[in-house]
Each structure stands twice: as C-alpha cells, then as structure tokens.
C-alpha cells in the first residue's frame, strides 16, 4: 500500500482529569482519528474499531505530519499498535516552530496569522460529543484541524516560515512575525524521533 505523507489528528474518550493525570496517556481511548492521505487525495476518519487500518496506512507513510504529534496523539495511538510508532519519521509542526522561537504557539495562533482560519471548536467540546455519542460532529471536528494542520504545512513548505502575530510588533506585516522553516524535505530522523517522542 503505498499512501504518500500523511497528516493526522487524534480526538479522545477521555480528558486527563479522567484517567488520572498527564502521565496517562494510555488511558485516554481513542474516539475518531482524523486524516489527510496525500497519495490518494483524500480525507479520511477512522473510528476505534479502525485503527488497524489506520495502522497500515502509517505503516506504509514515507512521513507523518501533525501538530503536537509527538508529546500527544502518538502517545494515544501507541497502545493500539504492537509495533513501536517511535520508528516512524515524523514531523511535528508545534515542535519544529519551537525549536525556532524557543516557545510552544497553539495551532489557533499559527492559522490565524498565516491562514486566517480559526479551529471551529476545541478539545473539551469534543469530549461532549463522544459522550453524547455525537461521533458525525466530532468527525468534522477533527477534519477541519487536519485541514487547518495540513494548510499550514503546505504553506510553510512552500513559502520557508509560517507567522504568528506578535504583541508589540509593528511593520511591513501588520504586526505578523515569521518563524523560518524548512519542512520542504524535513526527514527526522529514528534517533530524533526517539528523543522528543511521549
């Protein structure tokens, strides 16, 4: 199967407040990955009982992109997976932008000053939804971060630097900042992976 790159987003069946704390990851349960696979052009949504297929579609990715993928929807996934997904490349936006500006952003921050796009909801109203058993909303939900996630790749990829908006900061861009990446043929490497992954 070969699927191109693919971008990713993972909504929970449970907050942290539930299972104990931050360590918990594995306690979290998985209620809808979101995806966009590049080599068939497509968005795709897989429900608890799908991850297998999800897992040969990640299996078979030359990369995996996301935001905040290695510090939480890997550690979420991994108890699904009887293979160590600390073996995949990877590239994790929020990590790659902090190694730039020395600070985490949010995913909302990059969007809007470089896309003009917000998130339509958030994590919390998610969580709602899977107990309401709302899995249609909680889909889109999920959807529209991949579509944001994947927009602010490609732009990045494209253009060398996403931007924020910057207290303070005046000029040329309105009080945007770039942040330079290189996201173009950024491979990360096993050992890197290794070192920033859960």
Not at 12 to 39: M, P, W
Not at 99 to 127: C, E, F, I, N
Request: charged content about 25%.
């Amino acid at each position: 199967m070969t699927t191109g790159d693919i971008v990713f987003d993972i909504e929970t069946k449970k907050s942290f407040d539930e299972v104990g704390g931050r360590n918990n990851f594995h306690l979290l349960g998985v209620s809808v990955i979101g995806a966009y696979v590049y080599g068939l052009g497509q968005y795709l949504t897989f429900e608890e009982h799908e991850i297998p297929e999800f897992e040969r579609f990640i299996k078979n990715a030359p990369r995996v992109i996301g935001f905040n993928i290695h510090h939480f929807d890997l550690a979420v996934l991994q108890p699904y997976i009887s293979w160590s997904l600390k073996n995949l490349s990877t590239l994790d936006l929020m990590d790659d932008v902090k190694k730039s500006l020395g600070h985490r952003l949010y995913l909302d921050s990059l969007a809007d000053a470089t896309l003009g796009v917000r998130k339509s909801g958030d994590g919390l109203q998610a969580l709602r939804w899977y107990k309401e058993g709302k899995m249609d909303e909680i889909k889109k939900y999920c959807l529209k971060d991949v579509e944001i996630t994947k927009n602010l790749y490609e732009f990045g990829a494209k253009n060398g630097h996403v931007l924020f908006y910057s207290r303070g900061t005046r000029g040329e861009l309105g009080g945007r900042v770039a942040i330079p990446v290189n996201w173009s043929n950024n491979k990360i490497t096993e050992k890197n992976v290794q070192n920033t992954l859960f």
